[in-house]
């Protein structure tokens, strides 16, 4: 289980304006909804992919806290993905930890997921988590609208008795999607969306007092940053 967020904007954020970001994602982490109520939190690692002008410039994955990480943002970013795990499937470690990586069409994509896929596996893993197994799955065979949907669909047919969430969010330089398709406990497995001028940020929960959209369930989330705008397109799944 996990909180995770991610950003696209117009203009790179400053390094204290992404260090920002990544406290209200640390405090979410750590005081926001937990799946189990024990008052842990997400601690078994955290992970972030920073993005400027569509090249990767970041990728950090540590396996303590969010917030007590030893790295801090200084670097200018137009987009980035953070997760915070709360472990579920895979043992705490650096291999699965998110997000995972996966070069595909050229491009570096990262994947963080918040949910469990029981009996999901792939040969192509590095770790030994359902979720790097269902980014593989999701992306092997190209990324575009159409056969996201329709991998999603698959999926969730193939892996329904044994799943709570597919909840996902998929980054890549200018480029993001958000998946919301929870089977159980909507209201945990969530994500959020906050558009301002020139910036749309996504979140399992609000980060702050602005006015934050409710992704409907099993709803697929684009947004592509082009000719000076970022463009948004829904699909049903």
């Not at 260090?19 to 690692?45: C, N, Q, T, W, Y």
């Amino acid at each position: 289980m996990c909180r995770m967020a991610a950003f696209i904007s117009l203009k790179p954020l400053k390094g204290y304006e992404v260090e920002d970001f990544l406290d209200a994602v640390a405090r979410m982490a750590s005081r926001g909804r937990s799946l189990r109520d024990k008052g842990m939190g997400h601690p078994h690692g955290w992970g972030l992919a920073a993005f400027s002008k569509g090249r990767p410039i970041l990728y950090v994955r540590e396996t303590f806290p969010l917030w007590r990480r030893s790295f801090y943002a200084r670097s200018r970013a137009d987009s980035v993905l953070v997760h915070a795990r709360a472990a579920s499937v895979g043992e705490v470690s650096f291999e699965n930890t998110h997000p995972f990586s996966a070069v595909v069409g050229g491009r570096v994509w990262f994947f963080a997921h918040n949910g469990s896929v029981k009996g999901m596996e792939d040969g192509g893993a590095l770790g030994k988590t359902d979720s790097e197994a269902m980014m593989l799955k999701l992306v092997r065979e190209g990324i575009d609208p159409p056969r996201l949907v329709e991998r999603v669909r698959e999926i969730r047919e193939r892996f329904w008795e044994g799943l709570s969430s597919m909840t996902f969010l998929l980054v890549s330089g200018d480029e993001i999607y958000a998946l919301k398709g929870a089977k159980e406990r909507p209201d945990y497995f969530n994500l959020y969306v906050k558009r301002d001028k020139e910036i749309v940020v996504l979140a399992s929960e609000p980060l702050d007092d602005g006015s934050w959209e409710e992704m409907e369930n099993w709803t697929l989330l684009r947004l592509e940053r082009v000719e000076g705008e970022i463009r948004e397109y829904r699909y049903v799944v």
